[in-house]
């Protein structure tokens, strides 16, 4: 693994669609002096998308990390945006329709907001993921992982309430025993980001962007916990985009919430009962 806050007030606010200008102006103004900026998500909602690609406009970061990018293919992606690739010519690269992320276009227009910004991957390899379900995230972190303070266990309270809320998010249908190696695996893709963010920010010396779902940007559980625990000195804010109804306790895990009407899509439990 390559290794090398800011407080800022709750923000809830409902937008049915695309945040009210003044809104996002107040929190590019928050973010403008933050070395790392993180941007949560929904992922198959547009208007988080938008609201996104409008921010990295403002802030012209040095650097964007990507959850959605592998690490091991950031430098294909800025070989091709530096010689003008096209949207369909970078999606190919990075065998996009396979991936299983939305649509390409979600995300093109972010990269297209920032186009001297140098991208950073911050996924992982699948085989490193499943381990870590296994052997929990420290084992294919490797060496640094206690820097993001992986070598040692969560307290069995936090894991417990981590357990829980990874069973609700997947409709009940999770086994204890594979919930409790989806939160490894979270731990792992959280300190990935966060390694991946301290190593854009050593490279570029200027402000970087993190685009992540909402998850990874929990300012306790996520990458911010990670990032405090690598490196206390950094300063960083983050935004999360959550969609109606949002309970009124979400707005703690961000510096800034907004809330959006929720994008349209299928009962995302039909999976699960099927």
């Known amino acids: 693994m390559r290794l090398i806050s800011c ?3 709750g923000l809830a606010i409902l937008l049915p669609a695309v945040a009210a200008a003044s809104q996002l102006e107040e929190f590019i103004s928050a973010a403008g002096g933050a070395d790392i900026v993180i941007l949560g998500e929904v992922h198959d909602n547009p208007v988080h998308h938008e609201n996104q690609a409008r921010i990295v406009a403002a802030l012209q970061p040095e650097a964007l990390v990507f959850e959605m990018i592998p690490q091991k293919k950031e430098d294909t992606v800025n070989e091709l945006r530096s010689r003008g690739a096209d949207r369909d010519e970078i999606a190919a690269a990075l065998e996009w329709d396979e991936s299983g992320w939305p649509d390409f276009a979600h995300y093109a227009r972010i990269l297209e907001a ?3 910004a140098r991208v950073f991957g911050g996924g992982q390899p699948e085989a490193d993921v499943r381990r870590a379900m296994v052997e929990g995230a420290a084992g ?21 309430a981590r357990e829980r809320q990874m069973v609700e998010s997947h409709c009940h249908a999770l086994s204890e025993e594979v919930a409790g190696g989806m ?9 990935a980001l966060a390694d991946a963010a301290l190593w ?3 490279m570029t010396g200027g402000q970087v962007v993190v685009i992540t779902g909402n998850g990874h940007a929990d300012l306790e559980v996520g990458m911010p916990k990670k990032l405090r625990h690598a490196d ?7 935004l999360g985009q959550l969609e109606a109804p949002a309970p009124d306790e979400a707005a703690a895990s961000f510096d800034h919430v907004i809330v959006t009407e929720p994008a349209e899509r299928e009962d995302p439990c039909l999976q699960f009962r099927k």
């Open 140 to 160: 294919p972190f490797g060496p640094d992982a206690e820097i993001y303070g992986l070598s040692k266990p969560l307290e069995a309270e936090e894991r417990a």
């Open 200 to 202: 854009a920010l050593t």
């Open 183 to 191: 939160v490894e695996a979270q731990r792992f893709r959280d300190a």
């Open 114 to 116: 920032a186009p001297e």
């Open 7 to 9: 407080a800022l007030a």
């Open 232 to 238: 206390p000195d950094v300063s960083f804010v983050t």
